[in-house]
Each structure stands twice: as C-alpha cells, then as structure tokens.
C-alpha cells in the first residue's frame, strides 16, 4: 500500500514504505496506542485474542464507528455534532413504526429512516452554514429535538415486531464476519475515497484549514458545511439499521452518549479538534481503540464505574501525548 | 546603554543569526533595517527574552545580563510593542494596559481610579488623547498602537521597540506616531524602530543597523547615508527601477468589467468605473477609504447596499467569490495568511484549492497526475522558489507565499484579477518580480485591480487609479496625471457625493 494514499493533504509525500516514514504519518500514534492496549489486554485476559473474541470487539465496535465517521466529516471542517446519537435512536423508532404500525414494506422503513437521518443533518447544516449560528449550539438543540420527538412517537417505549430478515443487519454474518462489520468497513472505504480522491474532500481540509482563504479563493463552504451535516446524519441512520437489526426494535432512548464515543473515536484517531487536520482511517483505529478497552476491561472483570474512569484517563492520555506529535 | 554583541542564534542545525552586533545609545531613534527573513525578527526576540541566543552577550549598561523569559526583559526596562498587537479586544485601554498586574485597594478590589489616572499620566506624557473606557476594538488601529506603547511606558520601558509600526497606519497617523517618538526620545528612551519605509528612517531615525540574511552588514549614522546605499546595503546590490514600462493601452480597448454603481453603505457614495483589457486599474487612497471593500463587494464578500457590474457587457450580481471565478474574476487578498493560504496544506493543494474542476477522471474524482503536473507548470511559470510542490507554505518568504496564491489563479481562465496589497511584507526584490509579473499578466490579456497603499507602486504600476476616500471614488487620474500630490490631494481633501 503505498504511503501517499493515506496521507492527507497536508503530509509531505514518502515514496514507499519506511519506518520513518510510519512514523511521521499522523496515524502512527493511533496505531501504537492500538498495538500497546492489544498487548496489555492480550497478557490480562487469555480470551483476548481469539477469533471469535476480536470478532466480537469489532461488531461492539460497529455502531459507534458508522456514526464516527460522519463526526470525522464534521469536525474536518472545524465543527461539531451533538445530535448523532439522538438522531440514530429517532430514524430507528421512525422506520420501526413505518413497519410496525403503518404495514409498511421493511425495505420502505429502511430507506425512510436513511431519509431521515439526512433531513435532520441538513436542518442542522442549513442553520450553521447560513444562519451563521455555533454548529454546538445548533447540535445540541437538534438532538435535544430528535430525542423528545422519538419519545413523542412511540410514547417511550421500544417499537418492536419487525420483519425476521431486519435482523440480519445487526447479527447477521457472512462467512465468519458479522454484517455490521462488514457495513463499517465499506462505509469507510467510500468515506476515504471521498475526502481523500475528490474535490468535496479536498474542500472539507481547506474549510478547516482556514475557511476564509477558502471562500475567497471560490471553495463554496456553505454547501460544503451543509454536505458534511447532512452526511454526518447519514452515517447516524446507517447505525440505526445496524440498532434495529441487533435490537429487532426501534429503540427511542437509544444511542445516549454515543455523539461523546465518536467524538472519542475521532480524536483519539489523531484528528484536530479545530479541524483541516486528520485522517478517516484513524477514526476507525481510534474506534477500535475504544471497543477493545470496552471489551478488555469486561474480561478482565473490572467494575462498571471504574471502567468509565479508565476509559477517560487513557483519552486524556493519548490526547497529551499526541499534543505536538 | 544597550549592547548586543556577536548574537548567533541556531534552529537545530541551521544558523539564522550569524553573529550579529547592536548598539543603541540612550534617547536615540535606531533603525533595524532588512529584508523580510534577514532575521531583525529573531533578534528581537532574543533582545526580548522569548528566544535564548545560542552564542553572544547581551550587555545592558556595562553590566552583561541573560533574560531568562520575556518577563525577565521587561523588568530590565525591554518594551516591545510587536506587529501583531496583544491586546485584548473587550477590556478597554485602561483594563489592557494594566492587565496581570492590576492595582488593588486594601479589599483586594480593582482599583480603577488610581489606574485611570496613571494611564490618563502616560498618554498625556505622549500627548496623546484617546478614549479610557470604550472597548479597544472600537479604537483605530494607531491609536491601539498607542495603548501598545503606552504600556509599555507603564512598565517603565527604557528601551522600547516598534516592530513595522507604520505598516498599517495613515499618513496622518503615521505623522502622529513619529510626534510620539520624538517626546518619547526627549525624555530619555530608545527606541528601535523597524520599518520597510525607507523615507520614514530619514524622517525619524538617528542611527541605522542593516542586517542581511542574518548577518551584520553595518551600522552607520543616518546622516552619513542615502537612500540608494541603504537599498544596497540591504539586498547586496544595486536595484535599478523595480517597475517595469507601461504598454500603450489602446484607447478603444474593450471594457471586460464595468462596474456601474456600487454603494457600501446606506447613504454613502455611490462608486463606479470600467476596466479595460490589459491595463492595470490602481486603486488608491487612505486605509479605510473603502478600496478593498468596493473589490469584496463587487465579488459578494463584503455586504453592499447597491451593486450593479456589467461583465464583457452583461450584468451580473455575485453572490460568492465561487461566482467571480466563474466568470473569471479572482481575488488574492490582501492578508496572505489570514485569506488567502490555507497553511495545513502545502503547496500542491494551495493553488489547486480552485482548480478542482479541471482535474477530474470519471467526473467524480481529482486527477491527482494532472493536479501535480499543472501545479508544477504554474509554479515554474510564477517562478515560486521551494523545494518542491510538497513543501509546507509556512515555510516560504512573503514573496514565494505571495506566488503561490498567484498561482492559483493561472489554470483558469481569467480574465480580471484583483491583487490587494500585492506587495505588503514582502521584500524588494521580491516586490520586482511581482511588479514583473503583473505585467505579464496584462501582457496574456488579463486586467488587474491593484489595491495599494504604497504610492510610490501606485503611481509606478497603474495605467489608470481610482482614488478612494470615504468610502466612494472621489477622483480618476490618468496619464501624466498621475503624481504624488495628484493622488495625496484627492485621497485627503476630494468630496464624495452621498446618496440616499
């Protein structure tokens, strides 16, 4: 694989494979802080690295990961979503009901909630990108909406009795990959070759970059802000099917604290904060990352509460330690 | 009073001081003088404390002296008031110049009347009157700059330095500053001052230190010196006359954008002019005369109150620079940092940032051969210096930065571009290869708006000049007409028409 397809724009090319050249790739420190919990959680726990176990870890992973990367989008440009969790849970109750109470054919359920999920990221790309207001505050508000509506429709409860075949998006398997993973992984392949092979990419670095420099050299950063929202909602009801498949239900007050996971899972994959820097493929280390500790500490039989606290110190961790890498 | 000897300053392997010396005497005016990169930044730094020197003394009345931090330097009586000015845009002048070491009363609370009346002490000091209790960013940028110094005064400043002071002032407020210097050299403090502005050293200065490529190339009295030595002290060589000749622009040259009214504000002028094929259009007048707000308007980056531009003759309103380039009109701004280089990306994608369209293979996705070939022959056709299309643009001189965004420009078909300041911060041989440049622009066809403070460019480079004040064109010289005290008598005493 050759070095210079994974750089973004910003890294200075290396021509073929080096160490050196590893190294000083933006994705090396994700890649260590993976290979050193691999190691840590392999000696803790002999179940660690089975097939079935790693397997498992990814499909764990798969949920939060689909959403991370409509987050990496967002954040690339310099903003924020609060509301992916909040719109996965009502795209997921939305197409639920279609079926459940409206008889409606799954596969219409289904592509109702992916309509959905975009309509919820325009709202909020329209607001930021034209109506010039914080995309935190514009997100916030959006999922507190996206929440109270969902529990409004199903009047809090789970919608279930779904079709038998929806299932095979949450716990269906081909040969020995789960679905859900395989859904992760397709997912971020269009998602690199779209930041990383066409000019709307290129336009989501230069936004975050510096966003006056580029409206004034011709980028149009107001549909380019208003694509990544909309595609960052697009990402939270992919994860809804992936929800409703495993959970055979709409789950209304699901995915609470996830938008906080992905933007975990962004950063730790070496993505700055204030955007124009970082990488999708280190999104998905950095997801990984969480799952295994998730999955890690679970074997390892370590209380619920102070794995939270584990979890947050090793972010603050890596993110001190990838300060000025 | 103050002795810098033999300053050598490394980063990693590479030297960028090469053992540079500095004598300043008390009261006097001393100017630093160089090229942008000649390392009077570097030297600055170290005489302030932010940067340790890797060899050399820094001797402070007779007494050698190591400034640990910038903290250390101040209290030796350093004051350095920088380009970038680090106030705070809400607190007021007061509250800025006291910020960190606010004075208390006995209960511990913000003691505002004694720190009014020692602010109200210094700026009457500088002869200076300027509102104590307004946020700063409603004050001009000169008189930001006098908070700056008098700050600096507060600390009790002996040696102050002014880092391109006059970069962003008026004329007037420039004459202003330099009344500020001379009371502040009666009373005793030196002051280094940089500047690019070589008539404002004869007008201001005692003494001259050049500095070239980061070494010492003298220092000398002002008086025993002129302009044409300085300039080759500076570059090394002579400069014969940087701007190249006019080309007769036929009379009947077609008009590629006519601009019929513009008006920035409700109730201010209403601006208009054409823009002929292959000449270049100057646009003068004072900062804040409303020049490069008219160009932004034009390209809807700047909100106007009317805006009507007839494009090789059809009209046409911008709603985005995306549709100025669509019909063929670019803009490089005049703050390459802040607007035109996106400085996480390198060269490469620096110029093609625009180009995007023409680099495509199955219609979705970005050539990336094409994108590297075509970014290499506007480079080469530029004549950016670097190692390569790779390389970083936080890396390059003003100059290269400013071709670089140039560049940008070339794949499409232009047919206008608007350079802002084309030569703001970049040094003088640069500035030829610009001017030069330019002409080969006009040369291809291509008309340009040049936005320039520096008159003597305006006058050097314009075939024509729309001379801006208050916010509206109050004059349109041409030919021999376009003279200093042409332009100057405009631009400070012309009348705008203001309409409803």
Known sequence: MSHDANTVPSQSRSTGFSVAGLLKSPLALPLIGLIVVSVLMGFASDNFFSVNNLLNVLRQVSIVGIIAVGMTFVILTGGIDLSVGAVMALAGTISAGLMVNFGMPGIVGLLAGLVIGVLLGLFNGVLVAWGRMPAIIVTLATMGMARGFGLLYSGGYPISGLPGWISWFGIGRIGIIPVPVILMFVIYALAWVLLQRTPFGRHVYAIGGNELAAKLSGVKTQRVKLAVYGISGLTSAFAAIVLTGRLMSGQPNAGVGFELDAIAAVVLGGTAIAGGRGLILGTLIGAILLGILNNGLNLMGINPYLQDVIKGAIILLAIYIGREW | ?500
């Not at chain 2, 009373?187 to 001259?208: P, Y």
């Open chain 2, 1 to 500: 009073m103050l002795e810098l000897q033999g300053i050598r300053k490394s980063f990693g392997k590479i030297e960028v001081l090469h053992g540079v010396n500095l004598s300043i005497r008390g009261g006097e005016v001393h100017a630093l003088l160089g090229e942008n990169g000649a390392g009077k930044s570097t030297l600055m730094k170290i005489l302030s404390g932010i940067l340790q020197p890797t060899a050399g003394k820094i001797v402070l009345d007779g007494t050698e002296r190591h400034f640990a931090d910038y903290d250390a330097a101040i209290a030796a009586g350093i004051g350095i008031v920088f380009q970038e000015f680090s106030l705070i845009p809400y607190l007021t002048a007061v509250e800025n110049m006291f910020l960190a070491r606010e004075m208390k009363t006995r209960l511990g609370l913000l003691d505002r009347r004694a720190m009014t009346a020692r602010a109200r002490e210094i700026l009457a000091m500088l002869d200076v009157d300027l509102p104590l209790d307004v946020p700063i960013s409603r004050l001009s940028v000169a008189e930001q700059q006098f908070v700056e110094i008098a700050k600096a005064l507060s600390l009790d400043a002996r040696i102050l330095v002014l880092d391109e002071p006059t970069a962003t002032l008026t004329p007037s407020e420039v004459e202003h500053l330099f009344k500020v210097m001379r009371q502040l050299r009666l009373n005793g403090v030196a002051i280094v001052f940089i500047s690019h502005h070589l008539e404002e050293i004869f007008e201001i200065c005692d003494r001259i230190t050049v500095l070239r490529d980061g070494e010492f190339i003298g220092d000398c009295a002002v008086s025993d010196t002129d302009t044409d030595r300085l300039v080759e002290m500076m570059v090394g060589r002579r400069i014969e006359n940087s701007f190249p000749e006019k080309p007769a622009i036929p009379a009947d040259a077609p008009v590629v954008l006519d601009c019929e009214e513009v008006q920035l504000r409700k109730g201010g002028p209403v601006s208009s002019f054409r823009l002929r094929a292959g000449e270049i259009l100057g646009f003068a007048g004072l900062v804040g005369s409303g020049r490069t707000e008219t160009a932004l308007a034009m390209l809807g980056a700047h909100p106007s109150v009317r805006c009507k531009v007839l494009v090789d003759g059809a009209e046409t309103r911008f709603r985005e620079p995306a549709e100025g380039l669509a019909h063929g009109i670019g803009l490089l701004p005049e703050s390459r940092k802040e607007q035109g280089l996106i400085t996480s990306f390198p060269i490469l994608q620096n110029i093609s940032i625009n180009n995007y369209g023409k680099y495509r293979k199955n219609h979705w996705f970005i050539d990336m051969k094409q994108e590297l070939a075509a970014t290499e022959e506007a480079m080469a056709q530029v004549r950016v210096k670097a190692q390569g299309p790779h390389a970083r643009v936080d890396t390059l001189s003003g100059g290269n930065q400013q071709k670089v965004v140039i560049a940008r420009w070339l794949n499409h078909q232009m047919k206008v571009l608007i350079f802002d300041e084309p030569t703001r911060g970049i040094d003088v041989g640069a500035k030829a290869e610009i001017y030069a440049l330019m002409r080969e622009f006009t040369a291809k066809g291509y008309s340009i708006i040049m936005i320039s403070s520096e008159l003597p460019e305006v006058i050097g480079m314009s075939d024509r000049v729309c001379v801006f004040r208050s916010g509206g064109i109050v004059a349109t010289v041409e030919g021999d007409q376009i003279t200093s005290e042409q332009i100057m008598t405009h631009a400070t005493t012309g009348r705008v028409q203001n309409v409803a």
